[in-house]
């Protein structure tokens, strides 16, 4: 590739965005039919102070909003081409879109980036926004370019999603099956290889070799797992369509570990029942939670606390993941439940409704919803383990 | 006051997230009415992966978004406050959303903080955010926290216009004024004493001393406009009604020093006509902007070029203001012109709607649309010099 040695601040801001504008113009055009609409709009506000879109949001709708910002020195390991970083930003905020069931509408770049980033660099970052938002079909609608002495980059995804169809954290019922939508634990174990050949070049080939010695594949998947993660879109249409009234379904994608995610959905489900108790005067009356409520203050009344059991057994670890992580030194249950980044899912769904679900995607059941005001592990051995709830989380 | 020696660090991003979700709360209950039915929405999905928002955007709307990033060492000076950090960063994305006219739906605050910051400096940035998204009328409705080595603010405002009443930058004819809703140049001056007195403050006292002597008051007011601006909400609402399909009313906040709002103006108006030729085929029957395509691709065939002309006696700018200017050895058209941050707008309106105008706002006509591809001011003097475009740009 011929490379220049141009750098953003030979062009400045507005030229920038110039470049993005028309990325993302070209982009849009020799893609599918779905955008064509957004297109003509986004044109309409092209350089303007906001973005104007063309919705229909009625009354049986809600409006799905999400914001996540990437840092350079804590999101993007040392690896990670400008490319990848751009795709990711992306991917993080159609996540959180995607959890919620929601349909996608647009989405906005704040990136802010060192004077002396080559241009080259800043274009390939913007070509895996841009790639990004045309695989999930969501037009990059706006946004605006800084400069810092790091990469960040803030997106913004916008969506909307039926009130009675939205995947919440909670609402869930003793008895239904704790599901992940894929395996987890590769991310982690390629931030963990990530780090070793950061640190010591040697020690990682060393490493290397022994674990090609068990499997030659997972190094790779791991790696690419860790550096170009994806949102599970259509998993969220899927799920949504299994939301009803009398079951609902609860989804969260898992971005700071399992376990983190396990104590998390509990917590929304604890908040949201006090919350209708001390708000219930707010209550419109045609919302989303309307039975959902009643029915979570009745739980309420009988003082009824919920909790997670997972059995080892069900867990979709292989046992070469589980000797590799041995060589490391590493606790595969501790890639599994304590490190984030996959994406994936963790849902609750009604067991009457696996097999039927079993017909429209893949996913793992690996536990179910209990009344016992814990999170717990039945280990292969018979033991049961309390999974605490340490994940990852910033500024700790 | 009594302040704790507590830190960020010291509970962690959740807890973080915990403490917003309760201040923002709380400031909400103790709101306006016009808050109640988003309390509610917010409410439903308080914790979960997006934030839920109950709003009816029908064909005749679009959906208005704008995202601003905020970085501590290009845009916060020395001494601002926490609280101040807090109130622009909602300030710089409402000021966006009111320049098209548009009603506030709700904000989302993602924002990255040293570890080491005091816990009560954290909670003094959040009062600013909910402050002013209280002071707007525009609730605060998701977000996230990170970790970074200084301030880093990323806001994103989301509201609703109607698709005939739009503001855009562009839609101008000859003839049409040109004008400001403020004095300008304020923010520009409070940054540079700001400025002054980080690097020298015995040679701050010193000028203070001769500023006083010329007045007295200006000096606060210049510093208060540069550490707490305001977004110009209702005169956005009431530009907008102005706003009629035979006399546009183009409207933009001037955040990077008005003379580069001139160019983007008329970059703006260049723009609309070009891509309404490339892009015609995407025009759909319902929009904004018909009228507006026909009338602006018949301006191109014509190949008329916009321009405009300011008259330097028409500036408001007081004599104080420009002795205080000349004692800190700078030009005052140099602050007027080409230094940002005011968030004022400029706007351009039919000569016709002037009086009407003036019974509903304040504001200042400085200028006029010509066709003569110059941005150009005659000066007090009678000379005519041409205005550059050197703003205020990042990267550069």
Chains 1, 2 share one sequence.
């Not at 750098?7 to 030229?15: F, L």
């Not at 690896?79 to 990711?88: E, L, P, V």
């Not at 969501?138 to 913004?156: F, Q, V």
């Not at 990530?194 to 499997?215: A, F, G, S, T, V």
Request: with cysteine; charged share 25%.
């Amino acid at each position: 590739m011929n490379r220049s040695s141009l750098k953003v601040s030979d062009i400045g801001e507005k030229q920038l965005i110039e470049r993005i504008i028309e990325k993302s113009k070209s982009c849009s055009i020799m893609d599918n039919n779905f955008q064509t609409n957004q297109i003509h709009n986004f044109k309409t506000s092209i350089g303007d102070d906001s973005a104007l879109t063309n919705v229909n949001i009625d009354k049986n709708s809600y409006l799905v909003s999400s914001t996540d910002m990437l840092i350079q020195s804590s999101h993007f390991p040392q690896d990670m081409t400008y490319f990848q970083m751009g795709y990711k930003s992306v991917v993080v905020n159609v996540s959180d879109l995607a959890s919620m069931g929601a349909d996608n509408i647009g989405f906005l770049l704040n990136i802010a980036i060192p004077k002396d980033t080559l241009l080259d660099d800043f274009d390939e970052l913007i070509c895996g926004v841009i790639q990004a938002c045309d695989s999930y079909g969501i037009p990059l609608i706006g946004g605006d370019t800084n400069e810092a002495s790091e990469i960040i980059i803030s997106g913004t995804a916008i969506g909307q999603v039926d009130k009675y169809k939205a995947l919440m954290k909670y609402g869930f019922k003793e008895g239904d099956l704790v599901c992940i939508s894929d395996q987890l634990g590769y991310a982690a174990l390629g931030f963990e290889l990530l780090q070793i050949k950061k640190e010591n070049k040697d020690k990682y080939e060393e490493l290397l070799e022994k674990i090609n010695e068990i499997d030659s594949t997972i190094v790779d998947m791991a790696i690419f797992k860790a550096l170009k993660p994806e949102a599970k879109y259509l998993e969220g249409h899927i799920l949504r369509d299994f939301n009803t009234k009398d079951n609902r379904v609860s989804v969260t994608d898992i971005t700071d570990g399992l376990a983190s995610e396990f104590y998390e959905i509990l917590t929304c489900q604890r908040r949201h029942q006090s919350y209708d108790e001390s708000f219930q005067s707010y209550q419109s009356s045609n919302d989303l939670n309307d039975d959902l409520s009643n029915r979570l203050n009745d739980d309420l009344n009988h003082e009824s606390k919920y909790g997670i059991r997972v059995y080892e057994d069900n867990l979709p670890i292989e046992k070469e993941f589980k000797q590799i992580a041995n060589v490391l030194g590493l606790d595969y249950l501790d890639l599994f439940f304590h490190v984030g980044e996959d994406f994936e899912f963790l849902f609750t769904i009604n067991k009457e409704l696996k097999n039927q679900l079993e017909e429209k995607m893949n996913f793992y059941v690996i536990g179910e919803i209990t009344n016992d005001n814990t999170v717990e592990i039945l280990l292969s051995n018979g033991d049961i383990k309390i999974i605490s709830s340490k994940g990852y989380e910033h500024l700790k």
